[in-house]
């Protein structure tokens, strides 16, 4: 999936403006709809939005601070599991599962994509206690 950002949006909007074809007016026409994402900051709102989207099975876009790399980082993630101050998710950017400390979570806010959790997947392979 790609996410574009407004200036993007615009650009691309622009160009299908030109267009008489109605496959493409059509994508034009679902571009300009888009509502503005709004994204929560508080943590007590983090968390909230996070169980919401767990229960709900909901992609979830945040934006992470990573310590070591003292950066923050954009990332569309998949919960399997909350535990502890952390989430345990399938991260898109890495394509893989990783364990997220909620805490480091500068923002967030859930996506319309919806998710399943591997059946095979279990909490025993993760260590949630470090």
């Known amino acids: 999936m790609v996410y574009l950002s407004k200036e993007d949006t615009k650009k691309v909007i622009k160009e299908l403006s030109k267009t008489k074809n109605k496959k493409l007016i059509e994508i034009r ?9 709004n994204y929560v900051k508080e943590e007590f ?56 400390v909620i805490d480091r979570i500068n923002s967030a806010v859930i996506l319309d994509e919806k998710y399943k959790i591997p059946k095979n997947w279990s909490s025993e392979s993760i260590i949630l206690d470090k």
């Open 29 to 37: 026409n679902k571009l300009k709809s888009f509502k503005k994402v």
């Open 45 to 100: 709102e983090i968390v909230n939005l996070l169980n919401k989207a767990f229960e709900k099975r909901r992609k979830v876009k945040i934006r992470y601070y990573t310590p070591h790399s003292d950066e923050h980082t954009t990332r569309v993630v998949d919960i399997y599991q909350i535990h502890k101050g952390c989430i345990v998710a399938f991260c898109h950017l890495r394509k893989e599962e990783r364990t997220f």
